[in-house]
């Protein structure tokens, strides 16, 4: 457990010793208002509420996340660390969990900063505020499941660019799996029960619960297991690469 | 302390490491030689637990590397090849991660990093950030990682690879000392004056396999002209010398080798003895200890090239 403390808070200070964070947090704080107020209709709804700004979520994080995550093991393949680091008294999964969980903390900061739109909100009308919590929850459950399939992607290449574009190209179709759009284009001609299995699949579907305000055991599962399912993956990726 | 058997590693139908088997005792600093491309590399990598073996396997300090990783990684500090560090550490920043992934904390991590500062010169660049520094004190700071925890067993690939004349002898001294301090040391090289410098005894690897392995002295005699008389005399000719042996004309001088090895011992004796029947006069006479570097060349070759 220290072994991951230390590591989480080498990644930590790292991103905030570099100005790529915070034109990072900037930038997102930036496409955050912009997608809300301006893009996303806020005042025009009439209603106190934050759907306008977790609405685009899913489609901010997909080009965002995997900018945070794509240096996470790449970097460390072309700089040479990688075999200092797995040299340590480290176990490889501790690595891959404190790598992960550094960036996603970097990401719940990112997130927190977002502040000012609860406040707006409160100030103009009287919202339900435990919807806000939710919201907020699987925005970052969300973002955990993109940055771990960046993870993943990241581990696969030496390539800072290559990451980020496979792991663009995965959260995407995680995201057209259960796409309104897709999912009415597939209606059309396969069954109902295939339709809802492509779209379970889907970010978007279990998300759409936590924007409502409802917190599912079964949402959560779904976004804990994709975290899961891309840590492990990066795990055999990186056995592979030592093995030779 | 480090106990390799049969060691092989595949890449592909490549066989990178074939069969090595040595071991390694505190006290013992191994000299690790090969041409490019030997195996030197991934044998380390092997020994520190990077890379699984395809075959074979590795125990340090009596723990498996396979199957008791971490216990055997605590034993042990590397100095990888390139010596990477984490560009956007300081120096300090990235000696108390190292500390602290080993396991140092308060007076302990505090006291380890001040002897590897001292050890490995680092005073001035303590609060530099690593890609700003040079390719000496980069070194320096990965051997100071290396370090930090005061390992039982180091093994370092190419430690003195880049470094300027001063800082390979720095480097070589340090290497010396802490064999002295009852740990067992591996480095790689293929500088082989490093052989001399620093090592109780060498193994020299080529496409894979162990093809000499002793003492520095030993790996010299295996040499053709270990044991060879050279003579640079007034009045000497080769038609004499060669009723002690096989006769070389240098320019100027010659060079006797013996009959057989067993009377090595006598022919500087033999030399002498002739000079001063002949009434020739020495400019200048030695016996050959042998060099390594032609020993190196003549096993690592390939048949074809040899001679």
Known sequence: ???????????????????????????????????????????????????????????????????????????????????????????????????????????????????????????????????????????????????????????????????????????????????????????????????????????????????????????????LSVIGFALFATGLIIRGHRAG | MIRIDNLVKSFGAKRAVDGISFTVERGEVLGFLGPNGAGKSTTMRMITGFMPPTEGSVAVGGFDVAESPLEAKRLIGYLPENAAAYPDMTVEGFLNFAAELRGLSGAARRKGLHRVIERCFLDAVLHQSIDTLSKGYKHRTCLAQALIHDPDVLIMDEPTDGLDPNQKHEVRNLIRELGRNNKAIVFSTHILEEVDAACTRAIIIDRGRIVANGTPEELRAMSEIAGAVTLQARGATAERLSELGRVEKLNGAFRIYPKDKSRQAQLAQEVVEMVNLHGWKVEGMYSERGELDEVFRRITLPDTVKK
Request: with cysteine; glycine share 6%.
């Open chain 1, 1 to 223: 457990m220290r072994v991951v403390f230390t590591i989480v808070k080498r990644e930590l200070v790292s991103y905030f010793s570099s100005p790529v964070a915070y034109v990072f947090l900037v930038i997102f704080l930036l496409l955050t208002g912009f997608f809300t107020f301006t893009a996303g209709n806020f005042f025009e709804r009439g209603e106190a509420s934050l759907a306008a700004f977790f609405g685009w979520h899913p489609w901010l994080y997909l080009v965002l996340v995997p900018a945070v995550g794509m240096r996470l093991w790449a970097e460390e393949r072309r700089s040479g660390t990688l075999e200092l680091l797995l040299t340590m008294p480290v176990a490889p999964w501790q690595a891959i969990v404190a790598k992960f969980l550094a960036s996603w903390i970097f990401i719940g900061v990112a997130l927190a900063l977002t502040f000012p739109a609860v406040i707006t909100v409160n100030v103009l009308g009287d919202p339900d505020n435990g919807m806000i919590v939710a919201g907020y929850l699987g925005s970052f459950f969300l973002a955990g499941a993109y940055l771990a399939i960046t993870c993943m992607t990241s581990a696969m290449t030496r390539n800072q660019v290559v990451a980020f574009i496979l792991s663009v190209v995965l959260c995407l179709f995680l995201i057209l799996a259960g796409f309104n759009p897709v999912t009415d284009l597939l209606a059309r001609w396969a069954n109902p029960a295939l339709v809802d299995t492509v779209a379970a699949f889907s970010v978007v579907t279990h998300f759409d619960g936590f924007q409502r305000g409802v917190i599912d055991l079964r949402d959560l599962v779904f976004f």
